[in-house]
């Protein structure tokens, strides 16, 4: 089957995961008032205290944290909506058709990506009330956003293999929140790396979170003043590190996931 018809395919998959969001309230909210949640409860209820007082400043090192965080989980829709569609037989019914086997997974990771623009947007709007801003050029804010978006889509990856390997949505929530609750948190997303101790230190660094959150900070324009520099290369180069395993995570789990699929659909 030809390329274009590959692309074709996709996108009347990811037509119906978008109309599918829109007509199960569930994940509407999830999409809309979760994010707005997150904003005010970091920004008021947590950021005086970590922002030692000087809440502007701390909501400003926060959004880009609670950008990553939000992407990353919006991410897990794939996952949980695979398995929804295997358990139900919708992948039964996708076989019966004249179609690409590829174009169900890649509809279903674009349906996602575009799912988490409407929660970016969201959150943006969301920051921009409770006094966020972007202190870098127009094409540097868009950059920020075009990685972060990039990041979620490589997660996506993750979620549609376990989505095809796992028996039902709710296990994949569940195995989604043990492995992605910790290594949101263990980051800079939050607080800035050098309030951890010294192991978690090292391992934040490294943490791909850490890098795309710092990332979307510095083309944002939100470092905060007085922060020192950081002095390992993963964080010196954020962008070329997330970029990285962006490619490696596309690399290895987007033939994982198609091979998957077609066990998951034979049997």
Known sequence: M????VFADAAVVAKRNLIKIKRVPDLLVFTTIQPIMFVLLFSFVFGGAIGGGNGQSYREFLMAGIFAQTVIFGATITGAGLADDVKKGIIDRFRSLPMAPSAVLTGRTVSDVLNNVLVL?????????????????PAEALGGFALLLAFAYAISWIMAWIGMLVPSPEVVNN????????????????????????V????????????VTQAARELFGNIPPGVPEPTQW??????????????????IFVPLANMQYRKSASR
């Open 2 to 5: 030809s390329v274009p018809y």
């Open 121 to 137: 947007v969201v959150m943006s709007l969301t920051g921009l009330l409770v006094g966020w801003r972007i202190h870098t050029n």
């Open 175 to 198: 195995a989604a929140f043990i492995v992605i609750f910790p290594i949101t948190f263990v980051a800079n997303t939050f607080v800035p790396l050098d309030t951890l101790p010294p």
């Open 200 to 211: 978690l230190q090292t391992l934040a660094a490294w943490n791909p979170v850490s890098t």
């Open 234 to 251: 993963s964080l010196q180069n954020p962008v070329t590190y997330t970029s990285i395993w962006i490619a490696i995570i596309l690399a």
